[in-house]
């Protein structure tokens, strides 16, 4: 079965990091799009950065931009969300997501229709 496995949320104060991963079945992750969002109660889904594990930069939302990294490990069908610099506006549930149909273009407009397989979440929470 299709598998995406996130860990490395928890909590932190403003300006702290975090390193948020997903371990991906490899099936998922041959499948090139991946992805991180994040949603907070009573809002929509938001996507926040995007790769295509085939090679080529990521693409990250304005909000993000140059406060997160998205990186790769191919051997271990892994992908990581390194957070710097963290803001109690970044408090949410963030999700991995995979799309297996989307080319890299689409992939990074982060719609959440276009991605059939999610984790199951991990909790980031930011204090002031």
């Known amino acids: 079965p299709v598998q995406l496995v996130e860990s490395g949320g928890g909590s932190v104060q403003a300006g702290g990091s975090l390193r948020l991963s997903c371990a991906a079945s490899?099936?998922?992750?041959?499948?090139?799009?991946m992805a991180w969002f994040r949603q907070v109660p009573g809002k929509e889904r938001e996507g926040v950065a995007a790769?295509?594990?085939?090679?080529?930069?990521?693409f990250y939302a304005d909000s993000v931009k140059g406060r997160f990294t998205f990186s790769q490990d191919n051997a271990k069908s892994t992908v990581y969300l390194q957070m710097n610099s963290l803001k109690p506006d970044d408090t949410a549930m963030y999700y991995c997501a995979a799309s297996t149909t989307v080319i890299r273009s689409r992939c990074f407009r982060l719609d959440v229709p276009d991605f059939g397989y999610w984790g199951q979440g991990t909790q980031v929470t930011v204090s002031s």
């Open positions: 490899e099936y998922t992750y041959r499948r090139n799009c």
């Open positions: 790769t295509y594990t085939g090679g080529g930069s990521a």
